[in-house]
């Protein structure tokens, strides 16, 4: 019969310290727990060495460590890779390594799915399947840092993966939290990019966190109207209540939030939209991340020309707003932005390779 086991891997250092006294074992060893999982990506209790051997044989009866499996990984031409995470009840979620862009890059997924069905996103048509946990989230990390080399090397975070991080903010946080502790991968906040919809409350619960990321907006439109057709989150929290939101955020002296501009051909890609945008952003430490649309079946937008985007970049820029264009990385995998989909398991993970292999040929 099978006991109820403890998941280790949703436990901050805390937790862990109180489950290993539990056990009627030193605290302590509960830090040395989290270096083994998250410092060295160890995940079996025996390979646990400075564990005393009656701890490792009580915690390999009562505990695991759940931890996502890799499916499948793809690399692009460009270096980045996606890899095809396997969660414990068999659901499927996709994280990203980005190599030099000049910092090296997880783009990682806060749920299966997502509730917000923004248009142009592939995410948004799976709908919201379940959110992840504190574990899986963090969980990612672990493998990617493992599976990459990078565990002892400085990296950034971007939760730009599938699903809305603000509509799991608990785990979201806890995993953060996690990630931060020194005697694991220590990472600090300020390497970590948590992008929203503009989910208001939850920005404002944000703005009070003493581990706080950086924040990036989904802005992609310059009226209510249009990103209400965009973004639907927009008919809840509009443009004025978002950006005020923005306006009152502690943003810390040389930091900057950014508002990432998703660009419709015809549909937001005028110069009358970038003048809206500078007078938007008006009073805003921000900067502004142009993300040419990474076009995919079933999206119903185009991508505009370079000349088109270059224009609207020329306005802002004039205008004194800081901006970039982002540079699509493993498009050729369908690894960019709004592109992470996973159909709810109807297909072998073999069969899904050979279907995207198939139309990057295409
Ligand atoms: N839910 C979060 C994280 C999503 S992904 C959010 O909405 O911010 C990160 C960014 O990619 C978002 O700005 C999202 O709008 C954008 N994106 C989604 N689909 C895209 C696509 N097809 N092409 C380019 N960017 C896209």
Redesign the pocket.
């Given at each position: 019969m099978d006991r109820p086991q403890t998941n280790l891997a949703e436990l901050t250092a805390a937790e862990l310290e109180a489950a290993v006294a539990a056990l009627g074992a030193p605290a302590f060893h509960g830090r040395q727990i989290l270096t083994w999982m998250y410092a060295r990506g160890v995940t079996r209790f025996a390979d646990m060495t400075d564990l005393p051997a009656a701890l490792r044989a009580r915690l390999a009866d009562c505990c695991t460590i759940a931890t996502p499996a890799l499916d499948s990984r793809q690399t692009s031409s460009d270096g980045t890779t996606k890899f095809l995470l396997r969660l414990a009840d068999g659901r499927q979620i996709e994280a990203v390594y980005i190599p030099d862009t000049p910092a090296q890059t997880f783009c990682i997924s806060?749920q299966v799915g997502?509730a917000?069905a923004?248009a142009?996103?592939?995410?948004?048509k799976m709908g919201l399947v379940r959110h992840l946990t504190a574990g899986e989230i963090a969980g990612q990390v672990r493998v990617l840092a493992h599976e990459t080399g990078l565990a002892a090397a400085t990296f950034n975070i971007?939760?730009?993966?599938?699903?809305?991080?603000l509509h799991n903010y608990d785990a979201t946080m806890k995993a953060l939290g996690i990630l931060a502790d020194s005697r694991g991968l220590g990472l600090h906040p300020k390497r970590v990019t948590l992008?929203?919809?503009g989910l208001l409350p939850a920005i404002e619960k944000l703005a009070t966190e003493p581990l706080m990321p950086n924040l990036?907006?989904?802005l992609?439109a310059t009226t209510d109207e249009a990103r209400s057709a965009l973004?639907p989150i927009n008919k809840r929290y509009d443009l004025t209540a978002l950006l005020d939101a923005c306006r009152r955020f502690p943003v810390s002296r040389r930091a900057r939030i950014t508002f990432?501009y998703?660009m419709l051909a015809g549909v937001n890609d005028s110069r009358d939209d970038a003048r809206r945008l500078v007078r938007l952003l008006h009073g805003i430490r921000g900067k502004v991340n142009l993300?040419?649309?990474?076009?995919?079946p079933g999206?119903p937008f185009r991508r505009p020309d370079e000349a088109r985007v270059d224009a609207f970049a020329r306005v802002l820029a004039e205008h004194g707003v800081r901006v970039s264009v982002r540079k699509?990385r493993g498009r050729d995998i369908r690894a960019?932005?709004?592109?992470l989909i996973v159909e709810g398991g109807r297909k072998s993970p073999g069969q899904r390779l050979a279907d995207q292999l198939h139309s990057s040929r295409a």
């Open positions: 806060t997502c917000m923004c142009f996103c592939l995410t948004g971007v939760l730009m993966g599938m699903g809305e991080p992008s929203t919809v990036a907006i989904s992609h973004v990432e998703v993300l040419p649309l990474n076009e995919a999206i699509s960019a932005c709004g592109q």
